[in-house]
């Protein structure tokens, strides 16, 4: 039980389970709410404690979906910045000499024309 105690420590570096119980709940507390236990992401396998879990889900982890600023489809987190950088729908500005306008990336060969 102490050393149960003892093995967690969570992003904000708290470092116990303040947990108290019975030994016979103890595995009930183990596998159903204990903050400190790791648990593994659904999404990328990580192993967090489960205490950061949801933050781990909706923050850092590379396979949460995250909307493109532009065309507003879902991504991958980890594949969101290789897609804004080719969106069609980013406003970029036009390389004309004298022409200072932004036009989305997929429509400028027709506004270069």
Known sequence: LEEHRRSGVGVDGERTCSWRGKVSQLLGHLTESCGFEPVKCPACKASVL?????RHASETCAYRKNRCAHCAIAFEARA????????PEAQIECPNA?????VARGSMGEHRR
């Open 50 to 54: 489960r205490k950061d879990a949801a």
């Open 98 to 102: 004298g022409c200072d306008e932004m």
């Open 80 to 87: 969101l910045a290789g897609h804004e950088g080719s969106c």
